[in-house]
C-alpha cells in the first residue's frame, strides 16, 4: 500500500553537528556561515525559502519565495503587492520562512515582522531582472484566477509589444519585503532523531538570546 511506503521513508542524518561551543554570538554572522557552507557544497536553489503568512483570520498559507537579499536587519524577497501573500501581510505583518539545505541536513527558521522595504531600492533590483522576468511581472496579475494558459501568453505578447521600444519600468504594484526577525533556530540532523536545534530570540534590549531546543 502506498501509505506503507510513506511510512518506511526515514534518513539517517549523520554529516554535522552544533554546538554551542562554535556558533557566533550573532544568529545573521551564524545564517552566513552556513550560507557559505551551502554554497561551497553547491546546495541546489540554496535561496528557496518556504514564506508562510496568515490571512486576517488566521488562516495560514505558505509558498516558496527567493530570499534577494541578506543583512544585519533582515531577509528581502520581491513580489507582487497585489498577490495573496501580500494582501495577507496587509493585514498580519508576522511571518515565518524555512531554508531546508537536505545536502547538508540542515533547516533554518526564522519568524518576524515583515515590512515593504524602500521604493527606490525594489526600482534598483527590478532593472537587474532578466528581461522576461521584467515582462513578467507586468503580464500576470499574480494570485488572481485567469480564464487560461493563453490568456496568459497574450499578456506576455502585449507587454513585449508594449515595451519593446523603451526600458521597461517597474510596475507600481511591485516591489520587495523585508522580514526582520525576532527568532531564529539553527536545525542540524542528527543520528536517531536527536537533532540539535540551537534558537536565538531577540530580547527587548535588542540582544539574542541562544538556548538549545529538545529535538
Known sequence: MLNDKIANLRKEYKMKILVEEEIHSNPFDQFKLWWQEAINSSVDE????????????????????????????????????ESRKANQLTHNDS????????????????????????????????????????????????????????????????????????????PPYWGGYIVKPTLIEFWQGRPNRLHD???????RNQLWRIERLAP
Open 46 to 81: 540554496i535561496n528557496a525559502m518556504t514564506l508562510a503568512t496568515c490571512d486576517v483570520d488566521g488562516k495560514p498559507s505558505a509558498r516558496i519565495v527567493l530570499l534577494k537579499d541578506i543583512t544585519n536587519e533582515g531577509f528581502t524577497f520581491f513580489t507582487n503587492y
Open 95 to 170: 511571518a515565518a520562512l524555512v531554508f531546508f539545505w537536505s545536502a547538508l541536513e540542515r533547516q533554518i527558521r526564522i519568524e518576524g515582522v515583515v515590512s515593504k522595504i524602500e521604493e527606490n531600492t525594489s526600482n534598483a533590483y527590478f532593472k537587474t531582472r532578466p528581461l522576461g522576468s521584467q515582462i513578467g511581472a507586468w503580464a500576470s496579475p499574480q494570485s488572481k484566477i485567469i480564464p487560461n494558459r493563453s490568456w496568459l501568453e497574450l499578456q506576455e505578447q502585449q507587454t513585449m509589444k508594449k515595451f519593446s521600444q523603451i526600458e521597461i519600468p517597474k
Open 197 to 203: 536545534r540551537i534558537q536565538y530570540t531577540l530580547q
